[in-house]
């Protein structure tokens, strides 16, 4: 539960780190990094069979620009996985102190996997790299073992929840520790129906792919649109109201009729003497 509360800020140090290390092994000021390159990614969490979560990741080198502009010369394929082998397995994260668990030191697990993606010659092709990430994307939204999609406020929510009985002992873990004043600030009572974990099954860096901008702006040109539409925001709602509609409300009535109606034939069929 701890490491599912602290994965997120385990991969905001990791991408740090990474940064870091191509700068230093290029000459190049920190500071001024992304004066010569930007490095982007798009991260799956997903929940393996015993409900760890784990991560997929595609990081890539870009130009300062972005993924239209070219990374530099020194920004080779090579020099990224050193990088990211070297910080996968050097950055942690220290749990806050408790009296009842103590300070644990959490780290990526040795199962590192690097692999080059290639979009010219040998190696994945674009698709290739999109269905990756959409494979487990699906896999982590359908997948049982990741807890509930709906927030537990009870411990009777916890007991009654459709889950194994795995994952239900990692719930009650994650609710006893939520109440330790210590852990207060990892909210892990709130995030019990995802076992702890508070981020989202796919994050991407700002410029790793289009925009949602673009893809309105390609949509409308598709139906034939010359204008492009505005963004319509809502920002204030209002209450309006809950139930039945006049004539839903009828139908429920007489179903509930029918019912009523059935409940009682069925107990005086029972009470007759056979």
């Known amino acids: 539960m701890l490491w599912h509360a602290h994965v997120s800020q385990l991969w905001d140090r990791f991408v740090i780190d990474v940064r870091r290390r191509l700068a230093t092994s290029a000459g190049i000021v920190q500071s001024r990094f992304a004066q010569h ?4 990614f798009a991260r799956v969490a997903e929940y393996q069979k015993r409900a760890a979560v784990h991560v997929h990741a595609v990081v890539r080198l870009d130009g300062p620009d972005g993924p239209a ?7 080779t394929a090579d020099r ?5 082998r070297a910080s996968a397995g050097r950055v942690l994260v220290r ?54 999609d709906h927030r537990l406020t009870t411990w009777a929510d916890v007991d009654t929840a459709p889950v194994s009985a795995h994952v239900r002992a990692l719930m009650r873990t994650c609710w006893r520790l939520g109440g330790l004043l210590e852990y207060a600030p990892l909210h892990l009572r709130t995030w019990a129906h995802t076992l702890g974990y508070r981020g989202h099954i796919l994050t991407k860096s700002r410029a790793y792919s289009t925009t949602y901008a673009a893809l309105r702006v390609e949509r409308a ?29 009828l139908i429920a009535a007489g179903l509930g009729e029918d019912l009523a ?12 003497p056979r």
Do not use: C, F, M
Request: aromatic share 6%.
């Open 95 to 148: 749990t806050l102190y408790s009296p009842a668990v103590g300070e644990l030191v959490l780290r990526w697990g040795a199962q590192i996997d690097v692999r080059q993606l290639r979009a010219d010659g040998d190696g994945p092709d674009d698709d290739a790299v999109a269905a990756y990430v959409a494979k487990y994307v699906t896999k982590g939204a359908d997948e049982t073992g990741s807890g509930t």
């Open 69 to 75: 502009d070219d990374p530099p010369a020194w920004g």
């Open 80 to 84: 990224l996985t050193d990088a990211v």
């Open 261 to 272: 109606a059935n409940r009682e034939i069925a107990r005086e069929e029972r009470e007759v």
């Open 221 to 249: 040109h598709h139906v034939g649109h010359l204008d492009i539409p505005d963004t319509i925001t809502e920002a204030h709602w209002r209450y309006v109201g809950s139930g039945h509609t006049p004539g839903a409300a």
């Open 37 to 40: 390159t930007r490095l982007s």
